[in-house]
């Protein structure tokens, strides 16, 4: 802590390192116990960062006052155990997205496919079908993550981190005579959001209502559209589009 200019300046560094442990866990039990899952304490995690508390009286005058208040914190998060066997825990499915925590790693990672765009043509479909057996002009490109020349689930991977690098927040006072104003101002930087209601309004493999930019998908080699959404002419690839993929992952820093 610190005061500076008699007071017209004030700053607070704080610093925490802070271990968690016995989390809960929801886990499944042998069902002759009489019930399905047990809550147990598992795991040990870390959070540790910063945090910076910055308060200024710009001007100090009898009829006119403005103070300023800024603050900004950086945190890291880091699992360092999970269960017995230190098996990555899931949540979520393939079709709304899912996230994996994993030892190493920051808690709730998101999950789900890689797709690389459209196949333009048939001829490259064809270079790429020693990775991709679905792969037709006109399909998603589906990146084979474990190298065994086929698309399964085996092929999800990390594909967004649900933390800011930091987030921070402002607030200017003004006050003139008997009149204040008050400016408040926060944001977040670095973090993902997964858009999961991807999965019903741009699902094109049923009878459904859909988002009006489904119009502009590929139609032909001289039709590629907006490069988002695939040909209709292979059902069994229509799925790829409504499922948890990198395409569903926004930047989701913002400033309010």
Known sequence: DANLFNNRLSLTVDYYNRLTYNLLLNRPVPTITGIGTLFTNVGKMRNKGWEIGINSRNIVKRSFRWETTFNISFNKNKVLELNDSQDPIESGNIWWGGTITEVGKPIALYKGWIIDGIYRDEAEAMADLHNNPGAHAGTLKMRDIN?????????????????????????????????????????????????????TIRNMDGVFNVLADVKDRWRSPEQLGNGIYPTTNYPDQLQYIRMGSNMWVKDGSYIR
């Not at 200017?172 to 999965?199: A, C, K, P, T, W």
């Open 147 to 199: 190298g065994d020349h086929q698309i399964t689930g085996d092929d999800r991977t990390v594909i967004g981190n649900p933390h800011p690098k930091f987030i921070f927040g402002m607030r200017n006072s003004l006050q003139y005579r008997h009149f204040d104003l008050n400016i408040s101002m926060s944001g977040s930087v670095g973090n993902d959001v997964m858009l999961s209601y991807y999965e």
